[in-house]
Antibody
């Protein structure tokens, strides 16, 4: 059974860099797209971006200048960095597996709340 | 970006009765490969999203058959044939036809 476990720094102050990592258990990184999606408190979902197992990335244009998604196949992990955060970046961040079999996100991490406050 | 529109609330439903959730996209979700990449997710309180349906009507592994999806082009529907207590939550549609992927705002299902 595939399981995604994520972690990262908690409270951030404005202008810092958000950093999260997602480890994949019970499955290979190959053949999938590894994604980050966020949900501000009480609001809808925003797709941040994705990486393939060979590091091919797609980013949301609204965040592209600040986002880096990378992958480490030796550790079966992928990561998110979001620079110059503001309060508007406060959200629960989810990692998820994008499957071309279903062309959707079939496995999700548990979510990490990242508050940004001065 | 493709805008996905869902009503925020469905009409409260009695246990055992059907429920229906609509989703509309701002443009056709038919991909150049002929497929329509519209998915439905369930989010129970405090939980991550759970994939229910992909490509309009394909139930994901382990999803009860009381969940079904339909639609075409820009209009889509998720139906629950007989609502159970565990179905309470927020339901999201998502399009994966174009980048960036976009989600509806979610529709809350409540029990009467």
């Amino acid at each position: 059974q595939v399981r995604l476990q994520q972690w990262g720094a908690g409270l951030l102050t404005p202008s810092e860099t958000l950093s999260l990592t997602c480890a994949v258990y019970g499955g290979s990184l190959s053949g999938y797209y590894w994604s980050w999606i966020r949900q501000p408190p009480g609001k809808g979902l925003e797709w941040i971006g994705e990486t393939s197992h060979i590091g091919r990335t797609n980013y949301n244009p609204s965040l592209k200048s600040r986002v880096t998604i990378s992958i480490d196949t030796s550790k079966n992990q992928f990561s998110l960095k979001l620079s110059a955060v503001t309060a508007a970046d406060t959200a629960v961040y989810y990692c998820a597996r994008g499957s071309t079999m279903v062309t959707s996100y079939d496995y999700w991490g548990q979510g990490t709340l990242v508050p940004v406050s001065s | 970006d493709i805008v996905m529109t869902q009503p925020p609330l469905s009409s409260p439903v009695t246990l055992g009765q059907p429920a229906s959730i609509s989703c509309r996209s701002s443009q056709s979700l038919v991909h150049s490969d002929g497929n329509t990449y519209l998915s439905w997710f369930q989010q129970r309180p405090g939980q991550p999203l759970r994939l229910l349906i992909s490509k309009i009507s394909n139930r994901f592994s382990g999803v009860p058959n009381r969940f079904s999806g339909s639609g075409a082009g820009t209009d889509f529907t998720l139906k629950i044939s007989r609502v159970e207590a565990e179905d309470v939550g927020v339901y999201y549609c998502m399009q994966a036809t174009q980048f960036p992927r976009t989600f509806g705002q979610g529709t809350k299902v409540e029990i009467k």
